[in-house]
């Protein structure tokens, strides 16, 4: 057995329409799939998943999507209804990090890497 690597982030849902368009307005990306029990986003070969049937609440885990300006993805999120939860940090080597919270609360972190390449279209 051997890990493939990051495949998902599975965020609750309780108004699976309102997140679900919230996040095609934050990611400009639509649903690869779209069901009443499940909403599942293809973004950059990782899946971003809305499900109606959890409960929103920090569990301690943050997944951090990666982004090429952070201060620009910052003040997009912001801007479309997203609430500040740890600012941009410079955490070392060019590194950057943040954190908001979508409209339902879940934590979504966001990086700038120069080390890393975003995967293209």
Known sequence: MKFLGL????????????????YI?????LPYFDEPFYVGFNIGGYELGLDPNTTVGENGQTLYWGVE????AWDYLLSI????????????DAIK?????DPLGNVL????NPYF?????
């Open 7 to 22: 495949r998902t982030i599975i965020y609750p849902a309780p108004d699976l329409e309102a997140l679900k368009k919230w």
């Open 25 to 29: 307005q934050a990611t400009g990306v």
């Open 69 to 72: 300006n952070i201060e620009e």
């Open 81 to 92: 209804g997203a609430a500040s939860h740890d600012g941009i940090r410079d955490v070392g």
């Open 97 to 101: 990090v943040a954190t908001v919270k």
């Open 109 to 112: 972190g966001i990086i700038e």
């Open 117 to 121: 390449q975003l995967p293209q279209p």
